[in-house]
């Protein structure tokens, strides 16, 4: 059975800093692009960044680029997403995802996990 499972949202004030984790398992995902998405209520679910498994190739959205990155951990089967310099239009529910077609596209992706909520107060 394939799980994500995503830790590491909460509560930080504008300009702060949060660290994501997202743990694989189940199968292997070395031929996937693991994504980072988040959706605020009312809003469509947008990209935020995307790695590849097998390379170090990495992929943001225009609205964090520069703020925040997006790393695995081969060994321990695990993405992270580091966030700093938060906004409040970064408050979202953000689900990391697991997909093998295209990077940006929600719509493609194959497996998700449950969310973790990240609020940046002003």
């Known amino acids: 059975q394939v799980q994500l499972v995503e830790s590491g949202g909460g509560l930080v004030q504008v300009g702060g800093s949060l660290s994501l984790s997202c743990a694989a398992s189940?199968?292997?995902?070395?031929?996937?692009?693991m994504g980072w998405f988040r959706q605020a209520p009312g809003k469509e679910r947008e990209f935020v960044a995307a790695?590849?498994?097998?390379?170090?190739?990495?992929y943001y959205a225009d609205s964090v680029k520069g703020r925040f990155t997006i790393s695995k951990d081969n060994a321990k089967n695990t993405v992270y997403l580091q966030m700093n310099s938060l906004k409040p239009d970064d408050t979202a529910i953000y689900y990391c995802?697991?997909?093998?077609?295209?990077?940006?596209?929600?719509?493609?992706?194959?497996?998700w996990g449950q969310g973790t909520q990240v609020t940046v107060s002003s």
């Open positions: 995802a697991a997909g093998s077609a295209a990077v940006s596209n929600w719509r493609q992706y194959d497996y």
């Open positions: 189940g199968r292997s995902f070395s031929s996937y692009i």
């Open positions: 790695v590849r498994w097998s390379s170090t190739s990495t």
